[in-house]
Every structure is written in C-alpha cells, then in structure tokens.
C-alpha cells in the first residue's frame, strides 16, 4: 500500500487549531468563518474533451455490459490531460467505475448508469473505509483513490439496483424484516472488534472482507482525493451509503437528488474530510440523509483526522433517521459545521438536527451552527442529542459536545422540540437557542446533564 495511506490531510492555509477556533459568542461566525470556508471550495474545471463511451464499444441495448467501454474512456480522458467522459441518453450495465485524475463522468439527461449486483463483479478488494473502519473490502460502486481534479455530473440516473434480493438482503429479508441471523451479523462484528482493538500493532492490510464475507459497499467513495464535484444526477437503490468521501477536500455536492429506502442508505457522510459544501440537494433515505463522521473507536483515534468546514444549504430532507446528523462514527473529531435554509419534513423523518455519540466512540464536537432551518412534522424531536446511543457510558471516552448555536429554526409537529442527553461526568456544554418557534410540540424539554443553555426568543407552543 502507499506509504502515504495513513497520513493526516495537511492543515488547510489560514485554518486554526482547534483551541482557536470560531465561538457563538467571538462575532458572527456567519460573516466571519463561512465566507472563508466557502473561498476555499472551488469546483474542478475540466479541459473542454469529450470522450462518448459508445465511441469505445459501449452496448446501446441496455443489456451488454459496458464496463469496459468505460474504463477505455476513463483511461483515454485520464491519458490525454483530462475531459468529460460522456454517458449518453439510454441504458448501460456496468460493474464498478474508477474515476481517475482530471476525469469528469458525465451522464446526459436521460442516461442510466445500472450497477451489477453479483459481488464478484466487485473484486478484487480495495482499501476502503465501512462505518468508519479501515479495511480490504469490495470496491465501491464509484471508486477513486488519490485522485484529483474529479466529477460526476449530468442530469442522468446512478441505479445500484440493490434490493431484497441480493445487497440488502444481507441485512433485511424486506423493508421491515430481519433474519433471526443475517448474515452480515457476523462480518461486521468481526470488523468492529478490529476497531476496538489497540491501536499500537493496528495492521488494516489484514483486514481482508470481499467475498466470503458480507460487508456492503457504499455508492460513491473517493478516499484521499481533492477537488471533487458531484452535481445534479440522481442516484437510487445504494448497497450502502451514498456518497461518502473519505480523508478528502475540497468537495461540491450539488443539485443531487438522493432516493433509495434500502438498509443503512444514509444520503451523504462526508468522512474524516473538509472543505465541503453540500448545496440544492434533496435526500429520502430511510436513515439519516447527511451524516457526518470521522472514525469508529480505537481505528479512528489512529486516523485522528476530523470532519472540518462544511457547509450545507437550500436542501430538502424526507424520510430518514436524521437531517444533518453528525456521528455516531466520530472518534476523530468533528468541527466548524454550517446548516442553513433547509426544510425537512416527514412524518418517517425522526430528528431534524441530531447528534448521537457514546463513551465507546469519543469525540469532540464543536462549533456548529444552524439557522433558518423550517421543519415539518418529525417523529422524535427537532434538536435531538444523545450520549447514550448504541453503547452509551460502557467505555472510557467521554464524549464532547459544545458551542452550538441554533437559530430561526421553526417547526409544525414533533413529541419534543429539544432533546438533550449527555453525561453526568461529561455534560453537553454552552448551546444557543434563539430566535426560534416550536409548534404543536406533545412533550416538555428533556435535558439531562447540560450545562450552559440559553434561550432567548423561543416560543413553544403545545398541542
């Protein structure tokens, strides 16, 4: 493996340590710190080639497998200094797509990109990261690793096909339905004790899954990349995850539209990575649509690479777990996080805002700021902050929350406007709420071990 695998993203030019970092209380973050973030996110510009894959043998029957044709093209474009490789109006199989430096993968209005669903066909293994562990796993559906200059783009479809019948069912025999034992039960257990190990000794290169194990790939991940655009396609029916950058920078997500209701199909989990903005987007998931992370336990402790600098706008949310959701995958630290002018609403959407971290995961989490933020009917609560998920205090990590500042947020219908759970010996510290109206809320507050809120302009309103 490279000798640069495990090496930390280099600080970002004019980024402050953390200890120096913006606060709700030191001017507006708003006028202060997002401009600055969003001067460094510049989409990639590509040279003005366009290479069709038919021109390389693409089947136009929606039944011959193009993978070929476009990996000739990708490597062609790649080759001749960078372009557009062209996925035209119609239908094309393929196995997994590698995009490579200066590659934008482009799909016409009316194209569709259908993924194979036979595992084998995403062999051999690639050095990947799953709920936040490093390992050998099967490739993902769109893979890059140490590129630069890299896009997926167009109005066409990304359909991973995935269903009951071969990815998902690997988790759940149908929507609702687990097996008494699925079978990636015990893959993933085998993984997580590979994340909780010491970190001293650590050897990701023995953690070899693919075939004979049951560890789904996520749709789209480039890991240690830069400068990447993914903007206005559609993308249905994920193994996994789908669209998960890794220890990468500099990354637009824009104009995506995100529905696929299969098991564990969060909408967008930037990873370990910064400089990010997710803009126009609209996520129906089934669980949380934009997740952010760093890391799981003692693997992402050894990363030590946090989530930094992301910002994300004008998107709709439907159903899911959570909104913009940050964890539980957050051992390597999450900061400087801007929501703002988005509506969510479902009564299958459970939390607007949610945070969830235990003692087991660790973390510090800091500096995040919501406003303008209209919600609809949610199942559980609009803010939702819980230390106790999964795991809750049977580790020796205490997690951190603080600095949050949450404003002119509105909401219709929920059980709670806030909840708030921390820990006695680690209590969720100096939260803002202003601004704000709660309507048809059912239940009072719940907060437990917070420390340092303030209120200021908050109306609720019963139902």
């Known amino acids: 493996m490279p000798a640069t695998l495990f090496a930390p993203l280099p600080p970002a030019a004019g980024d402050a340590k953390t200890s120096a970092a913006p606060t709700a209380t030191a001017g507006d973050p708003w006028t202060t710190v997002m401009p600055a973030i969003l001067a460094r996110i510049k989409a990639p510009v590509f040279p003005d080639h366009e290479y069709p894959i038919t021109r390389y043998g693409a089947p ?38 590698h995009l490579k430096s200066n590659v934008n993968l482009h799909l016409d209005e009316g194209a569709t990109l259908l993924f194979h669903t036979d595992p084998q066909r995403y062999m051999p293994v690639v050095f990947t990261r799953w709920e936040g562990v490093e390992l050998m796993n099967f490739s993902p559906l769109i893979y890059a690793y140490e590129q630069e200059n890299i896009a997926i783009t167009g109005k066409g479809t990304l359909d991973g096909q995935a269903g009951y019948d071969n990815w998902w069912g690997w988790v759940k025999l149908d929507e609702n339905t687990k097996p008494k034992i699925p079978l990636a039960r015990a893959s993933r257990n085998k993984l997580m004790a590979e994340a909780d190990r010491p970190i001293a000794g650590m050897d990701v290169s023995k953690r070899v899954y693919g075939l004979g194990e049951y560890i789904r ?8 990349c830069k400068n990447i655009l993914i903007e206005d396609v559609t993308i249905l029916r994920s193994p996994f995850w789908e669209i998960n950058p890794v220890l990468s920078q500099n990354i637009t997500v824009r104009g995506v539209t995100i529905r696929s209701h299969g098991a564990n199909n969060d909408g967008c989990d930037p990873e370990s990575s910064r400089d990010i903005l997710i803009e126009n987007c609209s996520f129906d998931t089934g669980d949380d649509c934009i997740a952010i992370k760093s890391g799981r336990n003692n693997d992402g402790r050894r990363v030590a690479v946090p989530s930094e600098n992301i910002i994300i706008r004008n998107c709709d949310f439907k159903d899911g777990h959570g909104g913009v959701t940050i964890g539980s995958e957050i051992s390597g630290d999450c900061r400087n996080v801007f929501a703002e002018n988005c509506r969510m609403d479902s009564p299958n959407l459970d939390q607007a805002l949610r945070f969830k971290t235990n003692a087991v995961r660790g973390g510090v989490i800091e500096n995040i700021f919501f406003r303008n933020i209209q919600v609809g009917r949610v199942g559980k609560a609009v803010v939702h902050v819980d230390f106790k998920y999964e795991e809750g205090d049977k580790g020796d990590y205490m997690p951190v929350l603080r600095n949050v500042l949450i404003e002119k947020v509105t909401s219709k219908s929920s059980p709670h406007a806030i909840y708030l759970r921390g820990f006695a010996q680690a209590p969720i510290r100096d939260i803002t709420i202003r601004d704000c109206t709660f309507e048809g ?3 009072d507050d719940f907060l437990e071990h917070v420390e340092n809120i303030t209120k200021t302009n908050v109306r609720v309103v019963r139902k």
Do not use: N
Not at 67 to 93: M, Y
Not at 217 to 224: A, K, N
């Open 441 to 443: 809320v059912e239940k």
């Open 217 to 224: 790939p996520p749709f789209i991940q480039p890991y240690r």
């Open 60 to 97: 136009t029957d929606g039944k011959g497998d193009a993978s070929d044709a476009i990996r000739a093209a990708i490597d062609a474009c790649h080759r001749d200094g960078g372009g557009r490789v062209l996925v035209p109006a119609g239908t094309f199989l393929t196995g997994p797509i």
